[in-house]
């Protein structure tokens, strides 16, 4: 059983990418992904500091492909800015406080952390945050690039394992980041044990 970590003042929740492109439906769509929403709703108001991410691709974005092989560079359209499948999910509950940063948003450069190219360390530090807890879409790819990200940019990183569903292709690799992340130093908890 994991123990219990108390949220701080000086933590920020980051909640990656829960967008309808990767809900049920979406055009990149993660499987059990909209499962994610609840446990995050959840989390939101124990934080002072909540931070969303987006892919706001451009319409030739590099990671698009017409026929997909569901990897890096490879993904169907997605996320496209300002299109439907690019807002959130209708029932993710973010404050009026909350920070959005927008990722992805140069045609000829991948970029899936949600620190590649933006200014969420800028804004952390700015708010003094020492620790990021994380959950989203993708394990595999978005949140697995933005916890790797976090822990260079010297910030302390819990992921909230159920918070988080895999992309999963081939079988086997959103484990894989899992225990990436958890060598890399970050901390694995579940959504009830964060206080």
Known sequence: MEEVIRVQTTDALIVVDIQK???????????DGDAVVPVLNRLIPK????VFTR?????NHCSFDDEPRFEDKSWPPHC?????????HK???LPSHAIVINTA???DVEAYSGFHGTELKERLNERGVARVFVGGLATD????YTVLDAIREGFEVVLVEDACRGIDIPRGTAAEALAEMRQSGAVLVRAEDVK
């Open 21 to 31: 492109d990767f809900c049920r439906g979406g055009a990149l769509a993660v499987e």
């Open 47 to 50: 934080f002072g500091c909540v």
């Open 55 to 59: 892919d706001w691709h451009p319409v």
């Open 80 to 88: 496209v800015a300002d299109t439907p499948g690019a807002e959130f």
């Open 91 to 93: 029932d993710l509950k």
């Open 105 to 107: 948003t140069e045609p």
């Open 141 to 144: 790819y978005c949140v697995k």
